[in-house]
């Protein structure tokens, strides 16, 4: 665990970083480095030597009593740098310098940056940065060389007065916390499908009920969700060797009289497609196909860590999608929680089967809202890659404040189209709906196609009256597969985690 300071005076050090504006350069913080290195910068600036370009960086060993290594990163124009990109280079920063195995470094957080982004946001978005760029998955590396060290130390460096210490505290504890989540999502999610299987993710969800008594986990066995009527969640699983489990974490963080908040992810803990099995090319990174789950694990995790007063429940239906002699099949017509049938086209749409008795399961709360997370697409992925996460919703307020919150904190979310016309491509010959459909092309609009599929679990199947008010987020960036980047290693990234505690605590 990572030991935070401000302003401390260090004995030894391995580096310090200095994060710069171009069009600022020093001028604002320099009276808080000792002389020699302030002329030292100085010096380096003068020679152009780096210029404070963005995600510019530059090593140098310098002959100072207090530091011997300095790593100035380039922040980029003041008026151009956001919340994503600062997050971004600061984690740059910090992964080099844990790749050289410096594990005690000190940052400066200069007065215009504090200004900027206000002084609790910046110190927390920085703990979450460094939190999550220095977080490795190492556990199956069997030599010593290859694990990564563990950060131990950063002392955070600026010209803080009385009046900010108190939310630089809470700055650095509440970044801790949501840096918490994020990689509890990010391990699970790394975790290989031999071991990270529905009772194993079941588990991890009755671990978080022990560590916080606030927290009451419940875990539905087959036989249960046979008796519940979840036809859908109960298809999918029955080709793997695994039981198929359903999740149910509840938070109850104020009087129990006001509707919970529900989350629903999906938890596919391998996504082989089924008997309509993938090429194996599509099927490298399907580990990753319970992320949903994952990021409303890690987020209910924080929420409950931050003592925030909201009820909150969080309902993961979890299944291995495996070809098997008693898959299920296309064309079997299958019979949701509420009654609903649907037809079976491809049995790798099998998420918004799942998630489809989530969403009827959920409205036994008559929650306040549901909002769902899901690898749901390849096609939410085509369109928008791998920065940016696809927000299907019928609710305008929803989706300003969700869009605003994570612009916020750098999970970006993009809306795409619900409507009339994705709905119309899901109605079925034989059944009350199908589980693929397209636009036009059976491959058109088919990230908004599958949206529609569960908007019409949403509501009420007679009459077509909204059960509660929802959105679906589609988890295009949820992975960064092996390639991994500059400010985060390879793996899942946890994506979702902080957009929705923004978007829950507020
Ligand atoms: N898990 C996939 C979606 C996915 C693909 C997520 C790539 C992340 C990266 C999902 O279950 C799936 O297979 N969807 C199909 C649906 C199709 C059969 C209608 C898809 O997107 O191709
Ligand atoms: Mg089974
Ligand atoms: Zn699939």
């Known amino acids: 665990m990572t030991k935070y300071s401000i302003n401390k005076e260090n004995k030894k050090i391995d580096c310090l970083i200095i994060p710069i504006f171009e069009d600022v350069g020093l001028d604002n913080f320099s009276k808080n480095l000792d002389k020699d290195l302030a002329k030292f910068v100085a010096k380096v600036f003068a020679n152009k030597d780096f210029e404070g370009k963005k995600k510019q960086s530059s090593f140098f060993y310098i002959d100072s009593t207090k530091y011997e290594r300095v790593l100035l990163v380039g922040l980029g124009k003041e008026k151009d740098l956001s919340i994503k990109n600062y997050k971004e280079i600061i984690g740059t920063a910090f992964l080099i310098s844990q790749n050289k195995k410096y594990n005690k470094l000190n940052l400066v957080l200069s007065n215009i940056l504090l200004k900027k982004f206000e002084v609790k946001r910046l110190v927390q978005e920085t703990v979450v940065a460094i939190e999550i760029a220095t977080y490795a998955y190492d556990e199956f590396k069997t030599k010593k060389d290859d694990k990564i060290i563990r950060l131990e130390e950063v002392n955070l460096l600026g010209d803080f007065d009385k009046t900010i210490t108190k939310n630089l505290q809470t700055g650095i504890e509440e970044g801790f916390i949501i840096a918490g989540g994020v990689n509890f999502a990010r391990h699970l999610g790394n975790i290989p499908p031999t071991i990270m299987t529905p009772t194993y993710l079941a588990n991890e969800a009755l671990q978080l009920a022990k560590a916080n008594k606030n927290i009451k986990t419940k875990v539905l066995s087959e036989a249960e969700i046979e008796k519940l009527g979840m036809g859908c969640l109960l298809a999918?699983?029955?080709?793997?060797?695994?039981?198929?489990?359903?999740?149910?974490?509840?938070?109850?963080?104020?009087?129990?009289?006001?509707?919970?908040?529900?989350?629903?992810?999906?938890g596919i803990t391998f996504d082989s497609g089924g008997l309509s099995l993938k090429p194996g090319d599509y099927m490298i990174d399907m580990k990753f196909d319970m992320l949903g789950a994952a990021s409303?694990?890690?987020?209910?995790?924080?929420?409950?860590?931050?003592?925030?007063?909201?009820?909150?429940?969080?309902?993961?239906?979890?299944a291995e999608n495996m070809p098997g002699g008693d898959s299920y099949r296309p064309d079997d017509i299958l019979t949701a929680m509420n009654g609903a049938t649907v037809e079976i086209k491809n049995t790798d749409a099998e998420g918004r089967l799942i998630l489809a008795d989530g969403l009827c399961y959920a409205t036994k709360y008559e929650p306040k809202e549901v909002i769902d997370l899901a690898t749901l697409t390849g096609a939410c992925m085509s369109a928008l890659g791998l920065e940016k996460s696809g927000i299907f919703t019928p609710e305008d307020k929803i989706v300003e404040k969700m869009i605003d919150l994570g612009e916020a904190i750098g999970e970006n979310l993009w809306r795409l189209p619900l409507?009339?016309?994705?709905?119309?491509?899901?109605?079925?010959?034989?059944?009350?709906?199908?589980?693929?459909?397209?636009?036009?092309?059976?491959?058109?609009?088919?990230?908004?196609?599958?949206?529609?599929?569960?908007?019409?679990?949403?509501?009420?199947?007679?009459?077509?009256?909204?059960?509660?008010?929802?959105?679906?987020?589609?988890?295009?960036?949820?992975?960064?597969?092996?390639?991994g980047k500059a400010h985060i290693r390879a793996g899942a990234n946890g994506f979702g985690v902080q957009v929705l505690v923004e978007y829950l605590r507020s």
Do not use: C
């Not at 999918?236 to 129990?256: A, C, L, M, N, P």
């Not at 890690?298 to 909150?312: F, M, S």
């Open 236 to 266: 999918v699983g029955r080709g793997s060797k695994h039981e198929t489990k359903f999740i149910i974490v509840e938070y109850w963080g104020t009087d129990k009289d006001k509707k919970p908040s529900v989350l629903v992810g999906k």
């Open 296 to 318: 409303v694990l890690g987020a209910i995790k924080v929420l409950t860590d931050l003592k925030v007063k909201k009820n909150i429940v969080v309902l993961i239906p979890s």
């Open 419 to 483: 409507g009339e016309e994705y709905s119309e491509a899901m109605k079925s010959e034989v059944a009350d709906i199908k589980n693929t459909g397209g636009v036009g092309g059976e491959r058109y609009g088919t990230a908004s196609t599958a949206a529609a599929f569960l908007q019409f679990f949403t509501q009420d199947k007679e009459t077509g009256e909204k059960n509660y008010p929802w959105a679906h987020i589609d988890l295009a960036s949820a992975i960064y597969g092996s390639k």
